[in-house]
């Protein structure tokens, strides 16, 4: 009887671990490549840093972002969360954005993504790096929100919103 109890718990251990393997397979690790990992938008412009800080966070309203952050002090300005997709068409707006992390059988929710952007100053005027970060809630399996990197799109229509208050700030100004 012993043995039957030995052989019973070491089958049950067998049976666990090999079904949180499968569990833990689902989401695909594969690596990503530099040109993946990095879809900033790197943009000068030949004004003041101060006028360029302004308008960062009025292009980024006018997108559709609210900021969270500002700091003129690190150089840098954040956004919310701002929420893209429902649960119902998570996969026809979010494939726009950048390569959503495979998981068996998803349940996702609230696909998101949230804008930073980096100051720098240089001798002549102002370089700013435009990074988005998506993000989205897995309910079946995992439980818990997944980032993934942005393929540029957000960035490119969050920079040409920053241009143009730029622009318009700067010509404020005058």
Excluded: C, H
Excluded at 23 to 29: E, F, G, T, Y
Excluded at 59 to 81: C, P, W
Excluded at 98 to 120: A, C, D, H, M, Q
């Amino acid at each position: 009887m012993k043995m039957f109890r030995t052989f019973a718990f070491v089958g049950a251990m067998l049976l666990f671990t090999g079904a949180f393997s499968l569990l833990s397979a689902q989401v695909d690790d594969e690596a990503l490549s530099e040109e993946e990992l990095n879809s900033a938008i790197v943009y000068e412009f030949d004004k003041d840093f101060d006028v360029v800080f302004q308008g960062v966070q009025k292009g980024l309203v006018d997108a559709g972002y609210e900021v969270d952050y500002a700091s003129k002090r690190k150089k840098l300005i954040e956004t919310k969360f701002r929420i893209l997709a429902p649960e119902d068409d998570f996969f026809d707006i979010m494939e726009q954005y950048g390569k959503i992390p495979y998981v068996r059988s998803p349940s996702w929710k609230n696909g998101r993504t949230l804008v930073s952007v980096r100051l720098e100053e240089n001798g002549s005027g102002t370089t700013i790096t435009v990074q988005a970060q998506l993000s989205a809630y897995e309910g079946r399996f995992l439980n818990k929100w997944l980032y993934w990197v942005s393929n540029g799109v957000l960035e490119e229509q969050a920079l040409s919103a920053i241009v143009a208050a730029v622009d318009a700030e700067s010509g404020s100004d005058l």
